[in-house]
Antibody
């Protein structure tokens, strides 16, 4: 069974950092692109960042560009999101999701998704 | 504001057929595929429809998708109380993009 489990969320003050992790199992992690998507009540789903299977192609939403860094460790079947200079508007549940392709393709889709980890940015 | 526009809410009674629209442009829906996701409170979002009109295994055939030009639609037939959730269209506009979401209420 394909499984994605996020961790690393918590409470952080504005301007501080958090590092999220996503542990993958049940599939050949190194063969697929991966994504981070966040959800906060009243704001809906917001795509955050994507990374290709070999880390050579990476995309960020404008709202996090320059502050967040997506990485992956295929040997550890793990996806990461380093979140720096956090803002109140970054408060959300963060989900990792598996793509159906190796590369960041326009015709890909997110399946499955992890349950998410809650990030709260507040002083 | 997302480049994919969905109505914020929709509703229907049990057994009814409901459609949710997703409007975009030639830069996104008009040029690429549309996917649909269901998000139940407290749960992980779930893929409902991929590449415009395909259902993953395990998804009920009560759910169907369509696309025409720069718009897409999700139809839910035989509405059930368990269908009460938020529904999101998603596509590509230089990067992945989601619609604003539609909250479906089963009356």
């Amino acid at each position: 069974e394909v499984q994605l489990v996020e961790s690393g969320g918590g409470l952080a003050q504005p301007g501080r950092s958090l590092r999220l992790s996503c542990a993958a199992s049940g599939f050949s992690f190194h063969d697929y692109a991966m994504h981070w998507v966040r959800h906060s009540p009243g704001k809906g789903l917001e795509w955050v960042s994507s990374i290709s299977w070999n880390s050579r192609s990476i995309l960020y939403a404008d709202s996090v560009k320059g502050r967040f860094t997506i990485t992956r460790d295929n040997a550890k079947n793990a996806l990461y999101l380093q979140m720096d200079s956090l803002r109140a508007e970054d408060t959300a549940f963060y989900h990792c999701a598996k793509d159906d392709y190796r590369f960041l393709e326009p015709w890909g889709w997110f399946d499955p998704w992890g349950q998410g980890t809650l990030v709260t940015v507040s002083s | 504001q997302s480049v994919l526009t969905q109505p914020p809410s929709a509703s229907g009674t049990p057994g009814q057929r409901v459609t949710i629209s997703c409007s975009g442009s030639s830069f996104n829906i008009g040029g690429f595929a549309v996917n649909w996701y269901q998000h139940l409170p407290g749960m992980a979002p779930k893929l409902l429809i991929y590449t415009n009109n395909n259902r993953p295994s395990g998804v009920s055939d009560r759910f169907s998708g369509s696309k025409s030009d720069t718009s897409a639609s999700l139809a839910i037939s035989g509405l059930q109380s368990a269908d009460e959730a938020e529904y999101y269209c998603a596509g590509w506009d230089g990067s992945p993009v989601f619609g604003g979401g539609t909250k479906l209420t089963v009356l």
